[in-house]
Nanobody, 130 residues
Framework: QVQLVESGGGSVQAGGSLRLSCAAS????????VAWFRQAPGKEREGVAG???????????YYHDSVKGRFTVSRDNAKNMLYLQMNSLKPEDTATYYC????????????????????WGQGTQVTVSS
């Protein structure tokens, strides 16, 4: 059974930084996808960033346009960890952030859609004040 546990959320002022972590267990990286999503009150859950791993082990990172140049997604397969480094945070980044995983590699526009991911963490709150 795949389990995902996020940590690292908090409150920061605009321009600040936070690093989110996701501990994964029962998960095989190859031929799969892992990603970060977020959901603000009253809004739909949206994809933020992720990593697609092919069957051959090649990794491809991707980002939502709104976070390109500010957020960096990375993973440590030896530790079964996924990270999201968030810099230059803006008030509009305020949301609950979720770690997600899919049993298969998700490509194209589907990468940013929550319905293509099978497993979810409980979420961690990020609040950015102006």
């Amino acid at each position: 059974q795949v389990q995902l546990v996020e940590s690292g959320g908090g409150s920061v002022q605009a321009g600040g930084s936070l690093r989110l972590s996701c501990a994964a267990s029962g998960y095989t990286p190859r031929g799969s996808s892992v990603a970060w999503f977020r959901q603000a009150p009253g809004k739909e859950r949206e994809g933020v960033a992720g990593i697609v791993t092919s069957i051959t082990g090649n990794e491809f990172t991707y980002y939502h346009d709104s976070v390109k140049g500010r957020f960096t997604v990375s993973r440590d397969n030896a530790k079964n960890m996924l990270y999201l480094q968030m810099n230059s945070l803006k008030p509009e980044d305020t949301a609950t952030y979720y770690c997600a995983a899919a049993d298969s590699a998700v490509f194209g526009s589907a990468r940013l859609r929550p319905q293509y991911f099978n497993y979810w963490g409980q979420g961690t709150q990020v609040t950015v004040s102006s």
